[in-house]
């Protein structure tokens, strides 16, 4: 059965480094999701991505995030300067195309700002 | 914005009894929700989905959640605890976007199985 796919499980980094965690969604799918969960916390939507380009994002997704599909698989969430409270699970997720609303999960990266 | 609550932070059961995990909504229309479940160190996978086909909506691994729409409720229940259901669970609504849905997620519920 297919699946959303992250790498890397955990990453680990630096207060002020950048970090890209990178996803490769459901082949046939067509809409991009990142969700993030900090350690006790629930999971919070950050950003959904169609048809190259941001259709929503959430007050947590400042201008120190972007997203970016630089191929036909590949889907990524690039954190510019990473802050402490950075530090959680980022989950990726994808839907099919034709309305259905089931998003299907990749297993997460652990980020860890130090 | 639609919302839910879920009203159990922790749900302990012995293994073969059953489980009752509740959730409550709010939607200004008509719902797309789902149950999500985490095993630890594990993603998200679904367990099932309500879109309005049918209130009683069966899921993978025994569990089944009813919609009831008077009372807001999207409970999840399986008759038979096992082991291998502790977990934590999301109670989760979709909310369509410009493109695509967002998912705003409960708080969660930690299931406990004991012996």
């Known amino acids: 059965e297919p699946e959303v796919t992250q790498t890397p499980s955990h990453q680990v980094t630096q207060m002020g480094q950048e970090v890209i965690l990178r996803c490769v969604p459901i082949?046939?799918?067509?809409?991009f999701y990142w969700y993030r969960q900090i350690l006790g916390q629930k999971v919070e939507f950050l950003v959904s991505?169609?048809?190259?380009?941001?259709?929503?994002k959430s007050e947590i997704f400042d201008d120190q995030f972007s997203v970016e599909r630089p191929d036909g698989s590949n889907f990524t969430l690039k954190i510019r300067s990473t802050k402490l409270e950075d530090s959680a699970m980022y989950f990726c997720?994808?839907?099919?195309?034709?309305?259905?609303?089931?998003?299907?999960f990749g297993p997460g990266t652990r980020l860890t700002v130090l | 914005a639609q919302s839910v609550t879920q009203l159990d932070s922790h749900v302990s059961v012995s293994e073969g009894t059953p489980v009752l995990l509740r959730c409550n909504y709010s939607s200004s229309y008509s719902p797309s929700l789902f149950w999500y479940v985490q095993h630890p160190n594990k993603g998200l996978q679904l367990l099932l989905k309500y879109t309005s086909a049918a209130t009683l909506v069966k899921g993978i691994n025994g569990f089944e959640a009813e919609f009831k729409k008077s009372e807001t409720s999207f409970h999840l229940t399986k008759p038979s605890a096992h082991m291998s259901d502790a977990a934590e669970y999301f109670c989760?609504?979709?909310?369509?976007?410009?493109?695509?849905?967002?998912?705003?997620f409960g708080t969660g519920t930690q299931l406990k199985v004991e012996l």
């Open positions: 082949s046939n799918h067509l809409y």
């Open positions: 991505f169609y048809n190259n380009e941001i259709s929503e």
């Open positions: 997720a994808s839907t099919p195309m034709g309305g259905t609303d089931t998003q299907y």
């Open positions: 989760v609504v979709s909310e369509p976007t410009g493109g695509g849905n967002k998912l705003t």
